[in-house]
């Protein structure tokens, strides 16, 4: 595509529950990453894939968080049991390698009520 | 542990003032340094940086890095306000993920 793609661009959802976040990278970009951004923050790094290779999970925050990317292309993120502390904007970008400038997509801002 | 520190952390200005927004860096095998523009939700990319001493320049935008001091800087010339965003500065260290800074939110006003 054209740019990065993220859905669903908000999503409110109660305490408790699993949300799942989509991220659509740029056509051949071969490294995809997930950071979040709460309010007034920088960007907290939370998963990174590069190709084939084990993706870095060091970022996760805790063991309800977890990523797949399936084919190389788009990637899922997925949160577990919602905490309110989990709001925040979810921010996915994307690299042709590592050490390229990043392309960001437009976010999903996630609230937890 | 890698670090990465901007200031300040916020600023507000007039239309057509200069601005000189700073990043200052800690970390094990740097390779480069780029800073983006933030202006709702996706940053967008302005500069990466490289090699010491080197400006890059985009129209009223420019950035150069020191790296004996480990820092570098983002002028804007004549500010307007849709200079109005947060940027921000990252670092990268190699095979891993960007280090990024928590940013400055510059406000510019008419």
């Known amino acids: 595509g054209a740019g990065v793609s993220q859905s669903p661009s908000n999503k409110v959802t109660e305490k408790g529950k699993d949300v799942e976040l989509r991220c659509d990278p740029i056509?051949?970009?071969?490294?995809l990453y997930w950071y979040r951004q709460s309010l007034g923050q920088g960007l907290e790094f939370l998963i990174y894939?590069?190709?084939?290779?084990?993706?870095?999970k060091s970022g996760l925050p805790s063991d309800r968080f977890s990523a797949e990317r399936t084919g190389g292309s788009v990637s899922t993120l997925t949160i577990q049991r919602t905490q309110q502390e989990d709001s925040a904007v979810y921010l996915c970008?994307?690299?042709?390698?590592?050490?390229?400038?990043?392309?960001f997509g437009s976010g999903t801002q996630l609230s937890v009520l | 542990e890698d670090k990465v520190v901007q200031s300040p952390l916020s600023l507000v200005v007039h239309e057509g003032d200069t601005v000189t927004l700073n990043c200052s860096y800690e970390?094990?095998?740097?390779?480069?340094l780029l800073w983006y523009k933030q202006e709702k939700k996706a940053p967008t990319f302005l500069f990466m940086l490289?090699?010491?001493?080197i400006e890059k320049k985009s129209g009223r935008l420019s950035s150069i890095l020191d790296k004996k001091e480990l820092f570098s800087i983002l002028n804007i010339t004549a500010t307007q306000t849709g200079d109005s965003a947060v940027y921000l500065c990252?670092?990268?260290?190699?095979?891993?993920?960007?280090?990024f800074g928590k940013g400055t939110r510059l406000s510019v006003i008419a």
């Open positions: 970008a994307s690299s042709r390698s590592t050490n390229e400038k990043l392309f």
């Open positions: 056509s051949g970009h071969t490294a």
């Open positions: 894939f590069q190709g084939n290779s084990a993706p870095d």
């Open positions: 970390v094990t095998n740097f390779r480069s």
């Open positions: 490289t090699s010491s001493g």
């Open positions: 990252a670092v990268s260290l190699g095979n891993t993920p960007l280090v």
